[in-house]
């Protein structure tokens, strides 16, 4: 079975610019996570969703953060404008209804703004 | 709140030594989850274990060991004969059940250098 898809892989964007990260979660899976890593912050979790439905999202930056789920195979995480402080790893991982708080990562995304 | 603090931040050991990678957590909640990451060089998180706050039992899976200790919180990963590919940071992270939240919370990682 297919991990989790996480695209594109490296992103190199200037300040400004429109950024959109994208997470295809394992099939079946239920909750989905989008977190960021930096060498400051360590690893930290932005937002969550249920079933589609955004849980928690009060790990999110600031209103240039924004995160979609419009189905059960597909999430978007974007930020507009970007600045150079979004430079990072961004991470998404699913779990499963069956296995709640096991959950599985995908490669990442690393995000560089210039 | 919760929290999880890995201690060490790099160690640095020879091939076939044995080591300990430390974890001590805080929450207030009574039924929580534990969990041991591994993100290689190559920069992916990979999934080792999860332990809930019931189950105290060590867990061994070949090499590797966990030691869970609920009077000290603390949730302990043992490398045996370490390798040079055990090289890698290993993270400790924390989930806490109740209020159903699956929110982790992680330490700040420990890096594991295996010399050959």
């Known amino acids: 079975d297919a991990g989790v898809i996480q695209s594109p892989r490296h992103e190199v964007t200037e300040m400004g610019q429109e950024v959109t990260l994208r997470c295809k979660p394992i099939s079946g899976h239920n909750s989905l996570f989008w977190y960021r890593q930096t060498m400051m912050r360590g690893l930290e979790l932005l937002i969550y969703?249920?079933?589609?439905?955004?849980?928690?999202d009060s790990g999110m930056p600031e209103d240039r953060f924004s995160a979609k789920m419009p189905n059960a195979s597909f999430s978007t995480l974007k930020i507009q404008p970007s600045e150079p402080r979004d430079s990072a790893v961004y991470f998404c991982a699913s779990s499963s209804r069956e296995n709640t708080h096991e959950q599985y990562f995908g490669p990442g995304t690393r995000l560089t703004v210039t | 709140a919760q929290k999880v603090t890995q201690a060490q931040t790099e160690i640095s050991v020879v091939e076939k030594e044995d080591v300990t990678l430390d974890c001590v957590y805080e929450t207030r909640d009574t039924t929580y989850y534990l969990f041991w990451y591994k993100q290689p060089p190559s920069g992916e998180l990979v999934f080792l274990i999860r332990?809930?706050?019931?189950?105290?039992q060590n867990e061994i899976s070949g090499r590797y060991s966990w030691n869970f200790q609920k009077s000290t919180s603390s949730f302990n990963f043992t490398i045996t004969a370490s390798q040079v590919v055990d090289s890698a940071v290993y993270f400790c992270a924390l989930s806490e059940a109740q209020g159903g939240s699956e929110k982790l919370v992680f330490g700040k990682g420990t890096k594991l250098t295996v010399n050959p």
């Open positions: 969703f249920n079933n589609n439905v955004p849980i928690d």
């Open positions: 332990r809930n706050s019931f189950d105290e």
